[in-house]
Each structure stands twice: as structure tokens, then as C-alpha cells.
């Protein structure tokens, strides 16, 4: 009997992720169609045929899956028939210039495979798919028997990395594009040129990537055999490159270069030389994005330069906004959309990267916040909204890529945004400034139950077998929080006091390990719980109650809330406590609290009524005057986790949350507290969260 696999996809699973072999149920994206067929599996390491039909000569990418997992290729073996059919049409498509239909069918019987694909791209998704199911064996991989159809919602799914602030190597790119691509990430957005430094190699003008004319790693920059390279990666792997060259903002290290401004006369001369180049080294790159964003700028200047661009057989690409010019006085083909001022222009395709700035998110409640949102207002695209970027701008220096990929929870975020941008739908948008959006925005809480709760949950399963096998080697920060429950009280006024003490407070520490009552009295008035899910959880987020909905509807200065749970364990045992209250963001110089302080609040912690001690940071006491002073181990994900004893049975935790004006500029009154391996790579198996000590 066949079996629509939709329910499966909904059922979260407590199992192991790396202790599994791949089933259908861990692709990610989630196809949009799945029927699970009876029959023995397809087994690999075998002799394989693969016939190539109708216009389609080979994809390489197919071809080395099945080396890869032990197959011969020759004739006679057991056949893989590969057709494309422009006209395959259960699929939802629309035109978005440079980007093929990507609608594929996938067949996989014991006997035989046949993909059936709109192009040649969607042999490629196909192909993705394929990797996913053969994931996770020790030994001989084998294929589930299954009919998928599937297709994205949106045509442009997207990560972005600012490389001129800093410098992530070019095999290292080449790495991210295989990965990504995995789950139908499908666009790399390569911000190549900053204040900082410029990284893209003009023949023509050298001393543009001088080491005397970059701030930060002086001489890194990337040759065009690196640039060529990294296209070839990702023309491999079905996914769009789309090269920035900042104009005429973010060019101090242009001026440092070259003497002069990008809008003088000389300057639009060397900008015309280098796109020159980069259209050449660029070849298969429909777009060539030219910023244009925060800077005094006109539209005759941007309109010359776009007009450039496409001369050379290219669309040119821009911020939105631009600071005094309407978007309808350009004429790019490309807008993208960043911060609450952004909005869809008539006339363009429109990328959404309004909220979806990972250097400012936090390790969890954030992605919740972007997994749950549509894309702007959309359930599926359209001529007007192409699809979504995750963007990472690393503002503030850091040592490697290695901690900018840890620290921004790269992997998890570009990851989240590619599902919800395949799959389409999302209840609600992100913010509350409901610009075509319906009850408010959706913000970063995770609901404690229903259609969101349990979409995410599966997002999560999903996400962490994949981690624990194809991700294993890469700096991911993120584990299980579906299960992770706490219970936060009402907000009490302190007056500015962060030492204040309260009823909650006064009980934890009298009561032991006695459950905590659900209401307390102060001065005359009650002040009562509520139950939040999730190991991160933001009282007042990054932008600010007006435009991401957090835990309270109006936090307000002056307040001291509390937040505790009783973790059960089945067993006596050290565990790693990963814990965090400000979130530093990438790009800001707030300072590192002072020694023996979590936060510049004044929050703590306890743990069994022990108090858990703050670690000691790396700039501590040091003055931060500019965004060349290196981000440490300020955050979670730089340090290891601090080992704590949980006793057999049920442990209490217990957090003091003051908020008071302490000079942050983006204001994170929040938490993050969840219990893992000591290496913070996994979180603690057999351990329930429950704040009234409830075991079901």
C-alpha cells in the first residue's frame, strides 16, 4: 500500500540523529509532494546505466553521487533514465531573470531511477535530493522507494557574505556552495568591496587591492582564477552568483587606492575598467549588483552605471532604499530589500533581506522568528518578490571564518530561510509594521504547541540529522530547543535598581527544589506566569517592540522579570551549560560586562541554588573605540560550554532578568540557557524541561 509521507514529515522524533541512516523523512527542504511506494529500497555499490534523453547531454553532479557511493558506471547496469521536459508542469513557476525552472520528479524503485526535470537545474535539485536519501549509512547506502514531485515557491533562496569587511578564503566559499546547495540553496550573493577593504582582483588598476589600502587583513583578496573558480563550484551545483560592487558607498578603501571619489569623472572611469573585468571573470553571472545604499548619491549617477552593466549583457542589481532616491527613478532590474525602510518596488524583482541579518540575530530565538515568517507578506513568489537572502556582515573583526560561520549561526540560518523559501506559506511575516500582513507580526517566540510549534519542531529534527552527518565538520552553535520550557513572570518595577529583589527571587532561594508558584503579590499587586518555549528567549528584541514581537507586548526600562524550569535527568551526570543574556551582536563595540558580571544588566543565574559564575571574557576592560577590536568569546558560541552537575531527578534553574538603560545600542533584554555535551556540539539526550516538574 502507498503512503503520503505528510504526516511523517509533522512527527517529531527523540531519536539520535547521527545514530540513523537517511529516510525520506530527513529531506530538507520538504518536498512539496511525497508518496512513500512499497518495494525493496534501490540499493547502491552496484553496476548503474544512466541514460540521458532530450537535450540533456550529462549532469556531472549525478554522475559522481553514484561513484561516490560505490557505483560503476556502464552499460547494462541497473538503468537511471534522465529527461528534460520544458513542459513538465505540476510545478508553480514565474519569471525571474537567470533563474531556470527548477521542478523535478524523482522515481526510485529497487530496480530503477528516473528523474524527470523542467531543465537542467532540475536535474541538479533532483540529484540533491538523491544525496540527502543515501546520508547517515556506516556501510552500503540504499535508497528508499519513493515518488517525489517537487518544486520551490520562490525562485531566488540565498546567502550572502561580506567579504570586504572581512575574508573568508576562496576554498573555503567552494565548500559553502557543495553544502548549502544540498538543501536547494540556490544563489550566493559575494559582496566583494567595503570600506574596509576591496577584494576583487582589476588587472587594469592593482593598487585597488593593495595591502596599504585595506584596514582589515591587509592583501586578502581574491585573484579571478579564485573568482573563476568559485563560479565553476557553483555553476556545478545549480546555483546563481551574483558579484557586488559597492557604488558609490562603502568605497573609503577605493578613495585609499586610488586618490580619489567613485563620482568624479575619474572614478566612474576606473568603476567602468573594473566591471569590465568582472563581467569576464563573472561570464555566467546574470546579475552584477552595485549597492548604492548609505551615501549622498543621485540618480543620474546610480542610472550611468546600471546602464553600464547592462551594456555588457548584464542586469544590474541595488539596495533599497537608497538615501533620498525612489526606487522607481532607477532602472535595475534587481531591488533588494534591507531594514524596516525597505519596501517591494513596482516594476522589479525584489529580494527580501529586510530582517534576515544574521550578524545581529542570536543563536535561536532568531532563527525561530525567520523560519516561521514568510517572505514578505508572500505565501509563494511572483514578478514582484523573487525570493529571500540571509545576509552576514561582519562588521566588527573577527579572527576566522571559522568564528564568523560559528558566531552568526551561519549554517542553521541560510539553511531555515532556503526551507521557508522552497516550501513557501508562513503564518505571518516577521514584523508588526503589518504593510499587507494580517494581526501583527508573527515575531521570534515559538509557539508552545500547534501548526508552527510543530513545523518548526520538524525543521529542527530534520536540520539536526543533517548536522550530525553531512554539517558534522562545520561550526554550527545550534541544537534541539523544541523542548526546552520556561516559565517567566510578569515584569516588576526596580526603579533603575538592578540589585532589587523580588518575590520570585526571595522564594527560589528559601524553597530548595520545591516547584514555584505560578503568581506572586507585590506591593498590592498580583504579578502573574506564562510558559515559553525554546532555549533562547528575547523579553524585548534587537529592533524593539514596535517591530519584532517578543516574549512582552511592552517591555519598558526600570523592570525585573525571572525565569526558571526543573531539568529531570535519569542519571547523575556533568554536562555542559550553554548560557548567554546580551547577545553581541557582530557589528557593535558594545563593551564586554566587567569581570564577575554576565551582562551590563546585572542578570544571574542559579543551578541548584548554586550561582553560576560569569566566564571571563577576552575584552574585558577592554575599550572598545572601533570595530577593529576583535569579537572574543562575548558570545556563547566562542567559548566552551561551563560544566555543571545534574543531579539524579529533577534540577532547578533559576534566572534573575533586571533591564535598565545600560547603554546598549541594540537592546537585547533576553536569555539563552540550554544543557549539552561538553564540547557543545549535541544537547544532553533523556532530559526534560518542564518548569511545574512535570514529567509528561
Known sequence: MKKHILSLLLATSVMIPGSMNAKVEHILPRPQQVVIEDGKPFALNRAISIIYKNG???????????????CKIKNGGAPVLVEISPTYGSSYDYELYGYDNEAYKLTVSSKEIKILAASEVGVIRATQTLVQMAEGYKGKAKLEPVCIEDWPAFKLRGYMHDVGRSYIPAEELVKQIELFSRFKVNTFHWHLTENQAWRFEVKAYPALTSA?????????????????????????????????????????????????????EEGKKVLKAALDEVVQVFADAPYIHIGGDEVSTTPAYLNEMIAYVESKGKKAGIWNPINGISQNQLNATLSQMWG???????????????YNYTNHFDVFADLVGIYKSNIYYESKGNSKVAGAISGCWNDRKMDSSTDIMAQNNVYANVIATGERAWIGGGERYIDNCNNGGTNGGGGVMLPNSGKEYEEFADWERRFLFHKANSLKDEPIPYVKQTNVRWRITDAFPNEGVSSATFAPEEYATTNNNDALPQKFTHEGKTYGTGIA?????????????????????????????????????????TVGAQIEFQNYSRSEQDPA???GNWDLYGSKIWINGAEIEAPTYGNTDVRIANKEVTLK?????????????????????????????????????????????LEGKTAVEGLVYSPDKQLK
Open 212 to 264: 596599504e589600502s585595506m584596514t582589515r587583513f591587509p592583501g586578502k583578496y581574491y585573484t579571478q582564477e579564485d573568482c573563476k573558480a568559485v563560479m565553476a563550484a557553483a555553476k556545478k551545483h545549480g546555483v546563481v552568483v551574483i558579484p557586488e560592487i559597492d557604488m558609490p558607498g562603502h568605497s573609503e578603501a577605493f578613495k585609499r587606492a586610488m586618490g580619489f571619489d567613485m563620482q568624479s
Open 593 to 595: 560586562p566587567s569581570s
Open 56 to 70: 540533456i547531454e550529462r549532469c556531472e553532479l549525478l554522475e559522481e553521487f553514484f561513484l561516490q557511493n560505490g
Open 533 to 573: 518555549t525554546g532555549a533562547g528567549i528575547y523579553l524585548n528584541h534587537t529592533w524593539g517592540r514596535n517591530i519584532i514581537k517578543a516574549y512582552y507586548d511592552a517591555p519598558s526600562y526600570n523592570h525585573t522579570a525571572y525565569a526558571w524550569t526543573f531539568v529531570y535527568s535519569p542519571k547523575k551526570q
Open 340 to 354: 524596516t525602510r525597505g519596501y517591494a518596488a513596482d516594476g522589479k524583482a525584489n529580494i527580501d533581506c529586510r
Open 633 to 677: 568569546n562575548e558570545n556563547f558560541s566562542a567559548r566552551k560550554p561551563i560544566p555543571v552537575m545534574l543531579n539524579k531527578g529533577w534540577n532547578k534553574v533559576f534566572l534573575k532578568l533586571p533591564y535598565v538603560n545600560a547603554g546598549y545600542r541594540l537592546d537585547k533584554w533576553m536569555f539563552t540557557c540550554v544543557f549539552t555535551d
